[in-house]
């Protein structure tokens, strides 16, 4: 089995060292002879454990950066999906819409509702009264 340093270095990880922490790396806690990786979900505003418990801190540390990289990745991917105004107003009257803007919504946009992180638009239906 290759060193968890190395393995980090080949992927172009670092490993984040937690001096003032019991295991000396950040995320990882003991978990009888073993350990664990732990982060802080935002969401729940809380700590959760990710699955599995590894032999070395180490192997455990690789894992907690390994999942910070893919979360930074995401966010990485989410920042560039958003588009300018103007850029949004152009892409829908090529298609023949018009966007409404709605200043008392929390999306800013008419028939736009925060769905959990995400949003998503309904419909209303004028004729029939219903979505």
Known sequence: VEDPLQQAAAVGLTLQRAPGT??????????????????????AKRPRKLPGTFATAEQAA???SRHEAATASAETVEDAAVVE??????LAAAEGLTLRRAAGS????????????????????AQTRRE
């Open 22 to 43: 019991t295991t000396g790396w950040k995320g990882v806690i003991g978990h009888g002879k073993r350990f664990r990786v732990q982060i802080y979900d935002s969401a």
């Open 106 to 125: 929390a999306s800013g946009w008419k028939c736009v509702y925060l769905h959990g992180k995400r949003f998503m638009a309904r419909v209303w239906d």
């Open 85 to 90: 105004e103007d850029e949004e107003d152009r």
């Open 62 to 64: 690789l894992q907690y």
